[in-house]
T-cell receptor
Framework: NAGVTQTPKFQVLKTGQSMTLQCAQD?????MYWYRQDPGMGLRLIYY???????DKGEVPNGYNVSRLNKREFSLRLESAAPSQTSVYFC??????????????FGPGTRLTVT | AQSVTQLGSHVSVSEGALVLLRCNYS??????LFWYVQYPNQGLQLLLK??????LVKGINGFEAEFKKSETSFHLTKPSAHMSDAAEYFC?????????????FGPGTSLSVIP
């Protein structure tokens, strides 16, 4: 099993450009998440998908959109990149549902720089 | 609202010394608590989790944590540090919701191990 995979690993964008970060999991998990990690701030939830066909905003959704393409894939789109979106982005998945103690499995991250 | 604080953004220990990483949480309901570890340029992986079954929780790589309700703490310890323990450690608390499992992460503690 590959677990959670993310592409690309690195990306440099100019202000105003758009891009999509891809995430896929092969563990048949119901829930998927997008986080951003900034120094000294831990991980902050951008969007999550509790199950296929549903998405909801997290703590910092502004400037992002998501698509739960199917049970395996959950993409994050930046429509018009800004320097404030320079960060490391992590995708995660979990078995999900109403039971809150399932652990989350993380991908390796995408390092995004917006100039 | 649930929250997590980690005392000390950076901790240094000598190889073979005790590791103690502090975590305090705020929650209006009995929490589920987690410790995750992040090695350089990797995603997060679960070290251990507290789900109310036992107050002393043992995890991978010799780590353990004790849930103390009276102190609202969930400190992470390891009797003898190894060079391979150098990493970023995140404490997290789950938010009890009816429709999804959501986790709030602390800001992280970077552990250095001195030979």
């Amino acid at each position: 099993n590959a677990g959670v995979t993310q592409t690309p690993k690195f990306q440099v964008l100019k202000t105003g450009q758009s891009m999509t970060l891809q995430c896929a999991q092969d563990m048949n998990h119901n829930s998927m998440y997008w986080y951003r990690q900034d120094p000294g701030m831990g991980l902050r939830l951008i969007y999550y998908s509790a199950s296929e066909g549903t998405t909801d905003k997290g703590e910092v959704p502004n400037g992002y959109n998501v698509s739960r393409l199917n049970k395996r894939e959950f993409s994050l789109r930046l429509e018009s990149a800004a320097p404030s979106q320079t960060s490391v982005y992590f995708c995660a998945s979990s078995e999900g549902g109403a039971v809150v103690f399932y652990e989350q499995y993380f991908g390796p991250g995408t390092r995004l720089t917006v100039t | 609202a649930q929250s997590v604080t980690q005392l000390g953004s950076h901790v240094s220990v000598s190889e073979g010394a005790l590791v103690l990483l502090r975590c305090n949480y705020s929650s209006s309901v009995p929490p589920y608590l987690f410790w995750y570890v992040q090695y350089p340029n990797q995603g997060l992986q679960l070290l251990l989790k507290y789900t109310s079954a036992a107050t002393l929780v043992k995890g991978i790589n010799g780590f353990e944590a004790e849930f103390k309700k009276s102190e609202t703490s969930f400190h992470l310890t390891k009797p003898s540090a190894h060079m391979s323990d150098a990493a970023e450690y995140f404490c997290a608390v789950s938010v009890v919701k009816t429709s999804y499992d959501k986790v709030i992460f602390g800001p992280g503690t970077s552990l250095s191990v001195i030979p």
